[in-house]
């Protein structure tokens, strides 16, 4: 069901609780010369040590506890034996099942000494979607959600990924409706309090076109400059929005 019960929307925090532990974890073992299959195996200790598991692992055939995306990565990316170097800026996003309910979020951390336009990326993700979830309020349609994430991103000369989205969430990773980060005031599905959506602006410091590695997965932009990602499990009330992995 779209709208949760009281009971499903506790699962639902529980699960994002883990989620949100395993990001704060992941946070502070990055550093320049780990490598991202390091930073996926404290990802996955801490998610098993909550007894829940890393839905992405076996998703579609998805290798790995969690996407781990260095750079011109926008999403999607597979931790390998590549280490990661001051300047960088990783993303790190994370989807966890717990008793049958999922969180999911992402973060783009810097490594050490990140250039002043690197920072101004990461920060408008995060500011992306706080400008989207000003109107994440029953009544309320998801293309005002869309309509803020771009206006609020585009004004501040960053692109705006459109080949994927948010979307809701539950007993699946992905569920109706989708939540894209670009759009029109008043239009796409009704907001309805007790519904869970991830909002996750993928941002870009160039075009916001993007292609796909040959892996399949490996999702960069195709002008080969930056991006950053910022996601959180959200529930729909008639007031404010309840942020489940902050
Ligand atoms: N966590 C991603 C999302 O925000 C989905 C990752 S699926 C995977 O929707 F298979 F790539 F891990
Ligand atoms: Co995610
Ligand atoms: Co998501």
Redesign the pocket.
Known sequence: MIVKSDKEREGMRKASQVVKAALEQAEKFIKAGVTTLEIDAVVEQVIRSYGATPS?KG??G?PNAS?ISVNDVV??GIPSLMTVKDGDIVSV???ALLNGYQG?A?RTFAVGNVSEADKKLIDAAKAAFFAGIEYAKAGNKVGDISAAVQLYTELNGFGVVRALTG?GIGHK??EPPEVPNFGRHGTGSPLKSGMCI?I?PMITAGDWRVKIDRDG?TTRTMDGKNAAHY?NTVIITDGEPEILTL
Do not use: L
Request: hydrophobic letters at 30%; proline letters at 0%.
């Open positions: 992405s998703f579609h998805y996407c999403v999607h996003d994370i989807t999911d992402a979307h990773m992905h991830c996750e997965w996601e």
